[in-house]
């Protein structure tokens, strides 16, 4: 899938058409760099609030649409490794990926290529066919953040879950933070009650700063 848009695997299965798919050429030491970037336990808290860990990361194509499909097929993929954590009390998830291109280069093409206009549409037009008939899609938008990376971006997700009991109607959010530095990519993925948005985009800045520290100057 894009390297950039790892924090959309789960979604980009409803996409009629696929984006260029990246080689992987996985090394055992980008592998070991990859799985060291992501997120832990103790960056989190509490084992028992925050139960999760790492998993399988999600190789499939990410969306293509009209006049958004970059391409990838020169960008090799040497690590990629991805972790998720949920607190169920609060109703937050975290989930992210990091991904080792061959060169630093390779990171800002894939950025020139991926973060542009046409992502937000792309987006728009795949969320609406990956939501349930219970899920109402809200809004798309890229948001400020600091740069806390050579490359720094995020949307944001808003859409309404439906349900049978008060309240009918709750509002929920998906964040998606992108950061690129030398031969990483790092995708920050937070789903949280759009009522609770403050705190939630301080824990973000708070767990990428983190996860950022963690590039080697020179990965």
């Known amino acids: 899938m894009l390297a950039l848009v790892a924090g959309l695997g789960l979604l ?3 996409a009629a058409a696929a984006g260029s798919t990246p080689p992987r050429r996985y090394t055992a030491a980008d592998q070991a760099l990859a799985r060291s970037l992501v997120l832990r336990q103790s960056d989190l808290g509490s084992a028992s609030l925050w139960p999760g ?11 293509s ?3 958004y499909h970059p391409d990838e097929s020169d960008l090799p993929i040497t690590g990629d490794a991805e972790s998720a954590y ?14 080792i291109l061959q060169t630093a280069k390779m990171v800002q093409l894939d950025w020139q290529r991926s973060v542009q206009p046409g992502l937000i549409p792309c987006l728009r037009s795949t969320l609406k066919r990956g939501l349930s008939s219970s899920e109402t899609l809200v809004s798309v938008t890229r948001i400020s953040v600091p740069r806390i ?8 997700i ?3 879950v439906h349900r049978t009991t008060a309240p009918k109607t709750v509002p929920l959010m998906t964040d998606i933070l992108f950061l690129g530095r030398d031969r990483a990519e790092i995708t920050l993925t937070t789903t949280a009650p759009y009522v609770e948005r403050a705190p939630v985009e301080q824990s973000e800045l ?8 963690r590039i080697p100057t020179t990965a």
């Not at 949920?86 to 991904?99: F, R």
């Open 206 to 213: 708070r767990l990428a700063r983190i996860l950022v520290a």
């Open 149 to 156: 990376s050579t490359f720094t971006a995020e949307y944001r």
């Open 158 to 160: 808003v859409f309404d």
């Open 53 to 63: 860990g790492m998993k399988k990361p999600d190789t499939s194509a990410a969306p």
């Open 65 to 67: 649409c009209p006049g």
């Open 12 to 14: 980009a299965a409803a």
């Open 86 to 99: 949920s607190n169920q009390a609060a109703g937050v998830e975290y989930d992210s990926e990091a991904q």
